[in-house]
């Protein structure tokens, strides 16, 4: 097991309200982390029991450089299976970038951390000006007053890691926070290497559409079409 703890120096109502979010995340998947318990200590902390991960973050992956196309692959299929379980719970995770995949000994792919879930997959809307969140990973509707973000927000957020993942680089990370928001919204992307497999780099280019109606509609879709690629 793996014990989680706020401490009681850091109780602050908006932290402790994230961490309580994300111990009532309790889904049995094989590509979500298992919660097994949560509760007060004596000292009055905040803490989780989860299931012990043995491996490594994609995010400490990456730092090695980008992946052959078939490990990404196989990669996005598990993600994507891990998100839709989340979606078909309600759930929208809102923060899905590397270092909240988790790469297992085993093959498995995980996905962590909830702390900025939303449980209200049909009504969605943050107080303008609150982003939560990695800001690389944001999706362009997120950028706006009182925006909503859906399953297509994860869904976006998904095709920035799949493309770190096949190149190394953050599409659209730029010098300055500002000028990274900007180019989400307004830039188009690099595009991808001919050397990635034409099928992988179209179901890529359908996660980065710049509308949400433009995307693939859900995790499901989305896992749909990455079985359709054949490496």
Known sequence: MALKVLRTEA????LERRFLREANVRI????????LDAGITRDGA???????????????RLTAGKMEPRSVLLLARQAASGLAALHREGIVHRDVKPANLFCCRDGSVKLLDFGVAHFDLASIATQAGELLGTLLYFAPEQFFGAYRADARSDVWA??????????????????????TAMA????????????????????????????????????VALRAALDTVRL
């Open 158 to 179: 998904l095709g920035v890691v799949l493309y770190h993942a096949l190149t190394g680089a953050v599409p659209f990370e730029r010098r300055a926070p500002i000028e």
């Open 46 to 60: 905040p803490y989780i029991v989860l299931e012990l991960l043995e491996g490594r973050s994609l995010d400490e």
């Open 11 to 14: 109780l602050l109502p908006e």
């Open 184 to 219: 989400i919204v307004q830039e188009p992307h690099p595009p991808l290497d001919a050397s990635i497999p034409a099928a992988l780099a179209a179901v890529v280019e359908r996660c980065l559409a710049k509308r949400p109606q433009d995307r693939l509609p859900s995790a």
């Open 28 to 35: 049995e998947h094989p590509n979500v982390v298992r919660t």
